[in-house]
């Protein structure tokens, strides 16, 4: 019975969630492990578009377990407005979703104090999506933060409050700015006891099910380059969205994880700030962004498009350790005559094996890129290997080959049967 990772391999957006929802059907659990509702992970079933923020992609089938793990950072009324956005069309989310006890609670004043740092003309600018979120981890790690299991506590939470609501407030004085924030306290208590009834221990239910032989996929949100610690720091987000994340996140042991899968498109994307060795800043870059529909799915940004980066996802496979790749939207390449491939990295004309730690290196090198032919027509919903053109073949045999790991599944689309896993990989037995 394999308990496995799916997590994004790039920047993020590379459809972990379309993943995510296809693999559920044969797993008991689904399980976020980090992030919060800074992550957008769509779904289409059918005619109908789901975008799931907080809550894991396992919610949109009947009779799954979601889990909110410990790692998690859980704004209530976000979290409140998803959950009414989907029962509103029918899914049974108070009885699918239980949400850990220790994670870590966004209050308003997290979201004031990101937008100071972010206007603030000493500091850099990430380019965040605004939600709290790295406010938030900064209290978990300095050891100040509320915790579910105290925000559910009407008198825990009143006494943690106010001392945290201070210190925030005086920051913004500061820098010259006053908040009206005379009702958190208690509009907030009022979304505590709504979230009570889905709070659990969800560590030992996650290891508990796993002794009774159920199988749980656990959901990484961004991407392993918005990793606090491997990723393109400071233009990171603030949790640790690499497979280490996934167990420290949940508390389920590393030893029942059986096969960690990265996901990644068939070219490149990124939003917000930070270096990108391959982007395409030419009409191609316009070209991907339109046919890929790339534009942020939770704040609309246009994406940042770009070439596949080999050395970019050696890096992320070394540190996941990816037993098997999902390439998605190969759909996207359909009418791209020549495709590039960035192949190496140059510094001062030398190559380099090595991801360069710091962000002022990784923005000068430079990208040596391969052009292998295009296929110049449609893959667009092809469910088959052998459907594809062989110039498509071709390209994701080269993805698999410069990377060194293996290609076990090619998304073609955004639904869920748009897919094919390929024969006789290992990530067919890790999902089989
Ligand atoms: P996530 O954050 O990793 O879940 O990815 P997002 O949902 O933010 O972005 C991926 C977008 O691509 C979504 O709109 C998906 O519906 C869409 N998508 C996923 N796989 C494919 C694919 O193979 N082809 C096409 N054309 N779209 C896809
Ligand atoms: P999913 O799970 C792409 C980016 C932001 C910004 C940086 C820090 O949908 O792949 P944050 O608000 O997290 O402090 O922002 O991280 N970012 C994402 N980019 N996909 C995401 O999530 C992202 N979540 C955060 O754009 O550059
Ligand atoms: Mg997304």
Partial sequence: MSNIIVLGAQWGDEGKGKIVDLFSERFDIVARYQGGHNAGHTVYIGSNKYVLKLIPSGILRPGKLAVIGNGVVVDPAALMEEIETLERVGIDVRTQLAISNRAHVILPYHRLVEKISEDSPDRVKIGTTARGIGP?????????????????????????????????????????????????????????????????????????????GKRVMLEGAQGTMLDIDHGTYPFVTSSSAAAGGACTGTGLAPTRINGIIGVSKAYITRVGGGPFPSESLDSYGDRIRKAGNEFGSVTGRPRRCGWFDVPLLKYTAAVNGFDSLIVTKLDVLDEIEE???????????????????????????????????????????????????????????????RTGVEVGCVSTGPERNQTMVLRGTRLEKLIG
Avoid at 351 to 360: A, H, Q, S, T
């Fill in 136 to 212: 938030a981890y900064e209290d978990k790690i300095g050891r100040r933060g509320i915790r579910i299991a105290d925000f559910i506590d009407p008198k825990a939470f009143a006494q943690a409050y106010p001392a945290l609501r201070r210190d925030k407030q005086a920051v913004a004085r500061a820098f010259g700015i006053t908040t009206q924030d005379d009702d958190v306290l208690e509009r907030y208590q009022e979304l505590a006891g709504r979230i009570k009834p889905m709070v659990r221990d969800t560590a030992v239910l996650l290891n508990d099910a796993v002794r009774a």
């Fill in 339 to 401: 495709i590039k491939v960035c192949v190496a990295y140059k510094i001062d004309g030398e190559l380099i094996e090595d991801m360069p730690p710091r962000v002022e290196d990784l923005a000068r090198v430079e990208a040596v890129y391969e052009t292998v032919p295009g296929w110049m027509s449609s893959t667009h919903g092809a469910k088959r290997y052998q459907d594809l053109p062989l110039a498509a073949k071709n390209y994701v045999s080269f993805l698999q080959e």
